[in-house]
T-cell receptor, first 116, second 115 residues
């Protein structure tokens, strides 16, 4: 069975500092992995996803994540935080391999705060 | 670009009442998903439909039902509402055979408050 663990429910960084949000997964099949961002009172926006191929995935807003099978990790990074990055970030893994990937298991979320 | 449209955006109901949420997927998307996100919680998958047939089922209560219509919009019907049903309900859509690699796109959500 698939599962997702996000380490740290709250992360605070200074503006311009590196952002690192941690995600570890468990999957019995090759995983499809996702990072979503949710701003207050808004929907979920896809930042990036990994299905197959290149393990370093680049997403929107300068974010990227690296799939490391040996570590079962899919950490999200951004070299320089911006105030507008303050939001909640969810890591997710698809329950299904192939076909429809929309049945997602989400982590508990990490709230990112950015200090001026 | 057109996004997933959900209505109503906010809904207040009393206990034991019935509520219906509507979802209009991105044009040409054939699959719709419903998620429930309780306050401070992660989203939980409820149910999905592909080409108007139920394709997957998650933690949807028996009091809830859903369907996808011929125009691909979907409705989530919730009966005998309980206080614990208060949540943000997301609809998402995707094109299973699309070049986007089945990326799912979420709507803004419908806030249901049960009082």
């Amino acid at each position: 069975a698939q599962s997702v663990t996000q380490l740290g429910s709250h992360v605070s960084v200074s503006e311009g500092a590196l952002v690192l949000l941690r995600c570890n997964y468990s999957s019995s099949v090759p995983p499809y992995l996702f990072w979503y961002v949710q701003y207050p009172n808004q929907g979920l926006q896809l930042l990036l996803k990994y299905t197959t191929g290149a393990t370093l995935v680049k997403g929107i807003n300068g974010f990227e994540a690296e799939f490391k099978k040996s570590e079962t990790s899919f950490h999200l990074t951004k070299p320089s935080a911006h105030m507008s990055d303050a939001a909640e970030y969810f890591c997710a893994v698809s329950r299904n391999y192939g076909g429809s990937q929309g049945n997602l298991i989400f982590g508990k979320g990490t709230k990112l705060s950015v200090k001026p | 670009a057109a996004g997933v449209i959900q209505s109503p955006r906010h809904l207040i109901k009393e206990k034991r009442e019935t509520a219906t949420l509507k979802c209009y997927p991105i044009p040409r998307h054939d699959t719709v998903y419903w998620y429930q996100q309780g306050p401070g919680q992660d989203p939980q998958f409820l149910i999905s439909f592909y080409e108007k047939m139920q394709s997957d089922k998650g933690s949807i209560p028996d009091r809830f039902s859903a369907q996808q219509f011929s125009d691909y919009h979907s409705e989530l019907n919730m009966s005998s509402l309980e206080l614990g049903d208060s949540a943000l309900y997301f609809c998402a859509s995707s094109l299973v055979a699309g070049a986007s690699g089945n990326t799912i796109y979420f709507g803004e959500g419908s806030w249901l408050t049960v009082v």
